[in-house]
């Protein structure tokens, strides 16, 4: 009997990471995004909203730097920002909106990060005001 290795080396190709959560980001009616919520950035917030999932408002938008959605999630600061980039997903917890972010800017509102849309940002991007976002657990 010949031992090769000591150790067995687990197959990570499908293991779920502790820190990011894939989420589906839908725009009805026009299509979808993929996103990911990152524990690690806020994981008060991002544990509320993976248990509220799914979560659907109608879209808003503040000028050109991001498209946001009221929810009726309660929830502080965390790890705040007023610097965000494009693609990134943010709390806002004056309202409860969650936050798509369109271009790289700095806003007024400390809000909490999130995570990132990982795919297809022009779809949020061609979102009007009153057009409903919902945001599903990835399977």
């Given at each position: ?7 067995a ?12 959560r ?16 990152y ?7 991002v ?15 503040y000028?050109?730097?991001f498209?946001?959605?009221?929810t ?8 705040p ?10 709390f806002?917890p ?10 790289d800017c700095?806003?007024s ?13 022009e ?17």
């Amino acid at each position: 009997m010949r031992i090769t290795s000591l150790f067995a080396v687990p197959d990570t190709s499908m293991q779920i990471s502790a820190t990011r959560r894939s989420i589906k980001i839908e725009v009805v009616g026009k299509g979808f995004c993929e996103g990911e919520f990152y524990r690690h950035k806020a994981p008060l917030t991002v544990g509320l909203l993976l248990r509220s999932l799914p979560l659907r408002g109608r879209a808003a938008r503040y000028r050109d730097e991001f498209v946001y959605f009221t929810t009726n999630i309660i929830s502080g600061l965390e790890k705040p920002s007023q610097i965000f980039k494009r693609g990134d997903i943010a709390f806002m917890p004056l309202n409860g909106s969650i936050c798509f972010f369109l271009k790289d800017c700095q806003v007024s509102q400390r809000m909490t990060p999130l995570g990132q849309v990982t795919s297809s940002l022009e779809i949020i991007g061609s979102s009007a005001t009153g057009d409903v976002i919902a945001i599903y657990a990835a399977l």
